[in-house]
Nanobody, 123 residues
Framework: QVQLVESGGGLVQVGGSLRLSCAASGRTINDYVVSWFRQAPGKEREFVAGLSWSAGDTGYADSVKGRFTVSRDNAKNMMYLQMNSLKPEDTGVYSC????????????????WGQGTQVIVSS
C-alpha cells in the first residue's frame, strides 16, 4: 500500500504561482511512478505531470510545459508541483497518484490516490 496526501492548493490570481506537495508513505516509493492529475468541474480527470521516483524522469502535459515543474525530495518522500503563470483553465482538483513501475498518463493506470487539493485561478 502507498498512502498519498496532497497539500498546497488555494485561490490565486491569473499569472500567479502555487506549489503543491504530495507526501508519500507506505511501501518503498522508489519503485513507483508518481503523477499529478487534475479534474475541472464537468471534465474528465487529466494528466498534468509525472515523475519516475527512482530515475527522476519526468513527463508533462503539453498544456503545462514550460509553466509547471515536478520534483521530489527523496529524504522526505515528498513530491512537489511548482505551478507558475497560472491560467483560469488550470483550475481544478489536483491529485497525486502512484503506480508501480511503468510511466503512464492515463488515470486508469494508477492504483493509489490522494484525496486531492483544490486550485482556483481567478481572473
Amino acid at each position: 500500500q502507498v498512502q498519498l496526501v496532497e497539500s498546497g492548493g488555494g485561490l490565486v490570481q491569473v499569472g500567479g504561482s502555487l506549489r503543491l506537495s504530495c507526501a508519500a508513505s507506505g511501501r518503498t516509493i522508489n519503485d513507483y511512478v508518481v503523477s499529478w492529475f487534475r479534474q475541472a468541474p464537468g471534465k474528465e480527470r487529466e494528466f498534468v505531470a509525472g515523475l519516475s521516483w527512482s530515475a527522476g524522469d519526468t513527463g508533462y502535459a503539453d498544456s503545462v510545459k514550460g509553466r509547471f515543474t515536478v520534483s521530489r525530495d527523496n529524504a522526505k518522500n515528498m513530491m512537489y508541483l511548482q505551478m507558475n503563470s497560472l491560467k483560469p483553465e488550470d483550475t481544478g482538483v489536483y491529485s497525486c497518484a502512484a503506480v508501480y513501475g511503468r510511466f503512464g498518463s492515463s488515470w486508469h493506470e494508477y492504483d493509489y490516490w490522494g484525496q486531492g487539493t483544490q486550485v482556483i485561478v481567478s481572473s
